[in-house]
Protein backbone atom coordinates (compact mmCIF):
# COMPACT_ATOMS: atom_id res chain seq x y z
CA UNK A 1 0.00 0.00 0.00
CA UNK A 2 2.30 2.99 -1.28
CA UNK A 3 0.60 6.05 0.41
CA UNK A 4 3.07 8.15 1.70
CA UNK A 5 4.87 6.67 4.86
CA UNK A 6 8.32 6.74 7.02
CA UNK A 7 10.76 4.49 7.46
CA UNK A 8 11.08 5.18 11.15
CA UNK A 9 7.88 6.39 12.49
CA UNK A 10 9.19 6.85 16.02
CA UNK A 11 11.14 10.05 14.50
CA UNK A 12 7.66 11.71 13.72
CA UNK A 13 5.20 13.92 16.23
CA UNK A 14 3.41 11.74 18.98
CA UNK A 15 -0.16 12.06 19.56
CA UNK A 16 -2.07 10.56 22.30
CA UNK A 17 -5.12 10.79 24.12
CA UNK A 18 -5.04 12.46 27.70
CA UNK A 19 -5.86 9.88 30.39
CA UNK A 20 -8.91 11.59 31.84
CA UNK A 21 -10.62 11.51 28.19
CA UNK A 22 -13.90 9.49 27.63
CA UNK A 23 -13.81 6.81 25.71
CA UNK A 24 -16.11 6.34 22.35
CA UNK A 25 -17.69 2.99 22.89
CA UNK A 26 -18.86 1.38 19.60
CA UNK A 27 -22.62 1.94 18.29
CA UNK A 28 -22.23 -0.69 15.40
CA UNK A 29 -19.81 -2.52 12.79
CA UNK A 30 -21.64 -2.73 9.15
CA UNK A 31 -20.90 -4.58 6.39
CA UNK A 32 -19.60 -2.63 2.82
CA UNK A 33 -21.96 -4.13 -0.49
CA UNK A 34 -20.08 -4.02 -3.09
CA UNK A 35 -20.89 -2.53 -6.63
CA UNK A 36 -20.34 -0.35 -9.79
CA UNK A 37 -19.52 2.43 -10.23
CA UNK A 38 -18.79 5.04 -13.72
CA UNK A 39 -17.81 2.89 -16.57
CA UNK A 40 -17.57 -0.57 -14.56
CA UNK A 41 -14.70 -0.28 -11.64
CA UNK A 42 -15.81 -2.19 -8.68
CA UNK A 43 -16.17 -0.44 -5.29
CA UNK A 44 -17.95 -1.38 -1.67
CA UNK A 45 -20.19 1.15 -0.55
CA UNK A 46 -18.76 1.87 2.94
CA UNK A 47 -21.81 3.22 4.82
CA UNK A 48 -24.55 1.25 3.01
CA UNK A 49 -27.24 0.38 6.08
CA UNK A 50 -26.06 3.23 8.55
CA UNK A 51 -28.55 5.68 9.61
CA UNK A 52 -27.56 9.25 8.60
CA UNK A 53 -27.65 10.72 11.69
CA UNK A 54 -24.32 9.00 12.53
CA UNK A 55 -23.05 10.10 9.46
CA UNK A 56 -23.73 13.76 9.27
CA UNK A 57 -21.89 15.79 7.81
CA UNK A 58 -20.74 12.95 5.48
CA UNK A 59 -23.05 11.50 2.66
CA UNK A 60 -21.52 8.28 1.19
CA UNK A 61 -18.01 6.50 0.87
CA UNK A 62 -16.95 4.41 -2.13
CA UNK A 63 -13.89 2.04 -1.44
CA UNK A 64 -12.76 1.96 -5.27
CA UNK A 65 -10.97 -1.50 -5.85
CA UNK A 66 -8.34 -2.94 -4.70
CA UNK A 67 -8.47 -4.34 -7.90
CA UNK A 68 -5.40 -5.37 -10.15
CA UNK A 69 -6.53 -4.55 -13.76
CA UNK A 70 -5.21 -6.46 -17.25
CA UNK A 71 -4.42 -4.57 -20.00
CA UNK A 72 -7.06 -2.46 -21.27
CA UNK A 73 -9.23 -2.96 -18.25
CA UNK A 74 -8.76 0.07 -16.63
CA UNK A 75 -11.89 2.06 -16.43
CA UNK A 76 -13.11 5.69 -14.78
CA UNK A 77 -15.98 7.78 -15.43
CA UNK A 78 -17.90 9.32 -18.32
CA UNK A 79 -18.66 13.49 -17.85
CA UNK A 80 -21.01 13.77 -15.07
CA UNK A 81 -22.33 16.20 -12.79
CA UNK A 82 -22.59 18.09 -8.71
CA UNK A 83 -24.09 20.27 -6.93
CA UNK A 84 -24.20 20.93 -3.59
CA UNK A 85 -21.33 18.99 -1.76
CA UNK A 86 -17.66 18.10 -1.52
CA UNK A 87 -16.24 15.04 -3.09
CA UNK A 88 -12.81 13.97 -1.92
CA UNK A 89 -11.28 11.20 -3.75
CA UNK A 90 -7.62 9.46 -1.79
CA UNK A 91 -5.95 7.05 -4.19
CA UNK A 92 -3.85 5.17 -2.09
CA UNK A 93 -2.15 3.16 -5.54
CA UNK A 94 -2.64 3.53 -9.17
CA UNK A 95 -2.97 6.97 -11.21
CA UNK A 96 -6.19 9.09 -11.55
CA UNK A 97 -6.70 12.02 -14.02
CA UNK A 98 -9.23 14.46 -13.21
CA UNK A 99 -11.29 17.61 -15.62
CA UNK A 100 -13.70 19.83 -14.84
CA UNK A 101 -15.92 22.24 -16.55
CA UNK A 102 -15.04 24.86 -14.10
CA UNK A 103 -11.27 24.67 -14.97
CA UNK A 104 -10.05 22.43 -12.22
CA UNK A 105 -8.51 18.71 -12.77
CA UNK A 106 -4.78 16.94 -12.29
CA UNK A 107 -3.14 14.04 -11.80
CA UNK A 108 -3.38 12.15 -8.62
CA UNK A 109 -1.29 8.92 -7.51
CA UNK A 110 0.08 7.21 -4.64
CA UNK A 111 -1.48 8.74 -1.40
CA UNK A 112 -2.59 11.94 -3.24
CA UNK A 113 -5.95 13.80 -2.79
CA UNK A 114 -8.27 15.18 -4.88
CA UNK A 115 -10.85 17.91 -3.45
CA UNK A 116 -13.74 19.44 -5.20
CA UNK A 117 -16.06 21.55 -3.88
CA UNK A 118 -18.95 21.45 -6.42
CA UNK A 119 -20.59 24.50 -4.70
CA UNK A 120 -23.22 25.59 -7.22
CA UNK A 121 -22.53 23.21 -9.50
CA UNK A 122 -20.46 21.54 -12.47
CA UNK A 123 -19.11 18.97 -14.76
CA UNK A 124 -16.37 16.46 -14.13
CA UNK A 125 -14.66 13.05 -15.69
CA UNK A 126 -12.30 11.09 -13.83
CA UNK A 127 -10.21 8.25 -15.88
CA UNK A 128 -6.98 6.55 -15.26
CA UNK A 129 -4.36 7.69 -17.45
CA UNK A 130 -3.81 6.06 -21.09
CA UNK A 131 -0.67 4.69 -20.16
CA UNK A 132 -2.44 2.53 -17.72
CA UNK A 133 -5.07 1.81 -19.51
CA UNK A 134 -2.46 0.06 -21.87
CA UNK A 135 0.17 -1.66 -19.19
CA UNK A 136 -2.95 -2.69 -16.76
CA UNK A 137 -2.34 -2.11 -13.03
CA UNK A 138 -3.59 -2.16 -9.36
CA UNK A 139 -6.03 0.23 -8.41
CA UNK A 140 -7.21 1.26 -5.10
CA UNK A 141 -8.55 4.35 -3.10
CA UNK A 142 -11.34 6.25 -1.82
CA UNK A 143 -14.48 8.48 -2.82
CA UNK A 144 -15.88 10.82 0.55
CA UNK A 145 -18.74 12.90 -0.50
CA UNK A 146 -19.16 15.93 2.41
CA UNK A 147 -22.13 18.01 2.79
CA UNK A 148 -22.46 21.42 2.78
CA UNK A 149 -24.34 23.88 4.50
CA UNK A 150 -27.37 25.60 3.28
CA UNK A 151 -25.63 28.85 3.51
CA UNK A 152 -22.62 27.23 1.32
CA UNK A 153 -24.07 25.05 -1.54
CA UNK A 154 -24.05 28.04 -3.73
CA UNK A 155 -20.33 28.92 -3.55
CA UNK A 156 -18.39 29.08 -6.51
CA UNK A 157 -16.87 25.43 -7.50
CA UNK A 158 -13.41 24.69 -6.10
CA UNK A 159 -10.40 22.53 -6.66
CA UNK A 160 -7.60 21.28 -4.29
CA UNK A 161 -4.70 19.45 -5.06
CA UNK A 162 -3.73 17.45 -2.18
CA UNK A 163 -0.25 15.87 -2.77
CA UNK A 164 0.74 12.81 -0.57
CA UNK A 165 4.11 14.78 0.30
CA UNK A 166 1.66 17.63 2.44
CA UNK A 167 0.02 15.07 4.31
CA UNK A 168 0.53 15.24 7.89
CA UNK A 169 2.92 12.57 9.12
CA UNK A 170 2.30 11.52 12.83
CA UNK A 171 2.83 8.49 14.87
CA UNK A 172 0.78 6.97 17.66
CA UNK A 173 2.30 7.26 21.50
CA UNK A 174 4.36 3.68 21.39
CA UNK A 175 4.78 4.64 17.66
CA UNK A 176 3.34 1.41 16.58
CA UNK A 177 0.80 3.42 14.39
CA UNK A 178 1.28 5.46 11.04
CA UNK A 179 -1.18 8.44 11.84
CA UNK A 180 -1.66 9.95 8.09
CA UNK A 181 -3.28 13.90 8.84
CA UNK A 182 -5.20 14.94 5.30
CA UNK A 183 -7.81 17.39 6.72
CA UNK A 184 -8.11 18.71 10.26
CA UNK A 185 -6.68 19.00 13.41
CA UNK A 186 -5.32 15.98 15.51
CA UNK A 187 -3.48 17.63 19.00
CA UNK A 188 -2.68 20.45 17.80
CA UNK A 189 -1.36 19.13 14.57
CA UNK A 190 -2.96 20.11 10.98
CA UNK A 191 -3.90 18.24 8.47
CA UNK A 192 -3.75 20.36 4.37
CA UNK A 193 -7.08 19.59 3.22
CA UNK A 194 -8.92 23.48 3.83
CA UNK A 195 -12.72 21.94 4.83
CA UNK A 196 -16.04 24.10 4.20
CA UNK A 197 -17.75 21.90 6.70
CA UNK A 198 -15.47 20.84 9.80
CA UNK A 199 -13.90 17.48 9.39
CA UNK A 200 -11.23 15.38 10.16
CA UNK A 201 -9.90 12.74 7.88
CA UNK A 202 -6.84 10.15 8.80
CA UNK A 203 -5.93 6.86 6.96
CA UNK A 204 -3.78 4.83 9.82
CA UNK A 205 -1.09 2.16 9.35
CA UNK A 206 -1.34 0.03 12.33
CA UNK A 207 1.22 -2.70 13.28
CA UNK A 208 0.48 -5.99 14.05
CA UNK A 209 -0.30 -6.07 17.69
CA UNK A 210 -0.59 -2.29 18.23
CA UNK A 211 -3.15 -0.23 19.65
CA UNK A 212 -3.12 3.68 19.40
CA UNK A 213 -5.77 6.08 21.37
CA UNK A 214 -6.23 9.10 19.70
CA UNK A 215 -7.92 12.45 20.87
CA UNK A 216 -11.52 13.11 18.92
CA UNK A 217 -13.24 16.12 18.97
CA UNK A 218 -16.40 15.69 21.24
CA UNK A 219 -18.59 17.63 19.02
CA UNK A 220 -17.59 15.64 16.29
CA UNK A 221 -18.99 12.38 15.08
CA UNK A 222 -17.11 9.41 14.26
CA UNK A 223 -16.10 6.78 12.39
CA UNK A 224 -14.04 4.36 11.06
CA UNK A 225 -13.17 2.03 8.03
CA UNK A 226 -11.28 -0.94 7.34
CA UNK A 227 -9.18 -0.38 4.22
CA UNK A 228 -7.08 -3.88 4.55
CA UNK A 229 -6.08 -6.27 7.10
CA UNK A 230 -7.90 -7.34 10.57
CA UNK A 231 -8.45 -5.09 13.87
CA UNK A 232 -10.64 -3.66 16.33
CA UNK A 233 -11.91 -0.67 17.78
CA UNK A 234 -12.55 0.69 21.45
CA UNK A 235 -12.04 -0.55 24.63
CA UNK A 236 -14.61 -3.32 24.02
CA UNK A 237 -12.48 -4.61 21.14
CA UNK A 238 -15.01 -4.93 18.27
CA UNK A 239 -14.02 -6.77 15.31
CA UNK A 240 -13.70 -5.28 12.38
CA UNK A 241 -11.99 -5.98 9.14
CA UNK A 242 -11.10 -4.53 5.10
CA UNK A 243 -14.51 -3.84 4.31
CA UNK A 244 -16.36 -3.13 7.59
CA UNK A 245 -17.21 0.58 8.82
CA UNK A 246 -17.59 1.27 12.60
CA UNK A 247 -19.76 3.72 14.18
CA UNK A 248 -18.54 5.19 17.53
CA UNK A 249 -20.48 6.75 20.30
CA UNK A 250 -20.18 10.11 22.14
CA UNK A 251 -16.99 11.14 24.09
CA UNK A 252 -13.58 12.94 23.46
CA UNK A 253 -10.64 9.74 22.78
CA UNK A 254 -11.36 6.68 20.19
CA UNK A 255 -8.84 3.47 19.81
CA UNK A 256 -7.92 1.03 17.29
CA UNK A 257 -6.45 -1.64 17.62
CA UNK A 258 -4.27 -4.30 15.14
CA UNK A 259 -4.78 -7.94 15.30
CA UNK A 260 -1.48 -9.80 16.05
CA UNK A 261 -1.99 -11.69 13.18
CA UNK A 262 -2.37 -10.07 9.80
CA UNK A 263 -3.63 -11.05 6.28
CA UNK A 264 -0.63 -12.37 3.53
CA UNK A 265 -1.91 -9.50 1.31
CA UNK A 266 -1.54 -6.54 4.49
CA UNK A 267 1.73 -6.37 6.49
CA UNK A 268 -0.74 -3.90 8.96
CA UNK A 269 -4.15 -3.01 9.68
CA UNK A 270 -4.80 -0.11 7.02
CA UNK A 271 -7.91 2.02 8.68
CA UNK A 272 -9.46 5.58 7.50
CA UNK A 273 -10.83 7.60 10.34
CA UNK A 274 -13.56 10.71 9.96
CA UNK A 275 -15.25 12.49 12.07
CA UNK A 276 -17.14 15.85 11.50
CA UNK A 277 -19.78 18.32 12.69
CA UNK A 278 -22.94 17.54 11.98
CA UNK A 279 -24.63 20.12 10.29
CA UNK A 280 -28.07 19.23 11.04
CA UNK A 281 -29.85 20.52 8.08
CA UNK A 282 -32.46 18.32 5.88
CA UNK A 283 -30.70 16.74 3.58
CA UNK A 284 -32.13 15.89 0.01
CA UNK A 285 -29.80 13.46 -1.88
CA UNK A 286 -30.73 12.48 -5.47
CA UNK A 287 -27.84 11.28 -7.84
CA UNK A 288 -25.39 13.76 -8.17
CA UNK A 289 -27.25 16.47 -6.76
CA UNK A 290 -27.36 16.73 -2.71
CA UNK A 291 -29.72 19.59 -1.27
CA UNK A 292 -32.07 20.73 1.04
CA UNK A 293 -35.20 20.75 -0.42
CA UNK A 294 -36.95 18.85 -3.50
CA UNK A 295 -37.40 22.07 -5.02
CA UNK A 296 -33.96 22.81 -5.22
CA UNK A 297 -33.46 19.34 -6.24
CA UNK A 298 -35.63 19.69 -9.57
CA UNK A 299 -33.85 23.09 -9.72
CA UNK A 300 -30.39 21.49 -9.78
CA UNK A 301 -31.88 19.30 -12.72
CA UNK A 302 -33.90 21.44 -14.47
CA UNK A 303 -29.98 23.70 -14.53
CA UNK A 304 -27.78 20.95 -15.63
CA UNK A 305 -30.46 19.99 -18.74
CA UNK A 306 -29.90 23.21 -19.19
CA UNK A 307 -26.29 23.25 -19.23
CA UNK A 308 -26.10 25.65 -16.06
CA UNK A 309 -24.09 24.00 -14.84
CA UNK A 310 -21.14 23.69 -17.64
CA UNK A 311 -20.49 22.04 -20.65
CA UNK A 312 -18.53 19.46 -21.43
CA UNK A 313 -15.77 20.65 -24.38
CA UNK A 314 -15.98 19.69 -27.93
CA UNK A 315 -15.00 16.61 -29.41
CA UNK A 316 -15.87 14.71 -25.98
Same mark, same amino acid.
Given at each position: ??????????????????????????????????????????????? %??? /???? $???? @??? =??? +?????????????????????????????????????????????????????????????????????????????????????????????????????????? %??? /???? $???? @??? =??? +?????????????????????????????????????????????????????????????????????????????????????????????????????????????????????????????????
Amino acid at each position: MPAVTVENPLTLPRVSAPAAAQQRPVLHVATAPGGFEGEGFPVRRAF %AGI /DYRY $LDPF @IMM =DQM +GEVEYAPGEPKGTPWHPHRGFETVTYLIDGTFVHRDSHGGGGVITDGDTQWMTAGSGLLHIEAPPESLVMSGGVFHGLQLWVNLPAKDKMIAPKYQDIRGGSVKLL %ASE /DGGA $LVRL @IAG =DIA +GHEGPGATHTPITMIHMSVSPGASVTLPWRKDFNALAYGLAGLGSAGTERRPFRMGQAVVFGDGDSLTVRADEAQESRSENFEVVLLGGLPIREPMMHYGPFVMNTHAELAQAFEDFQAGRLGTVPAGE
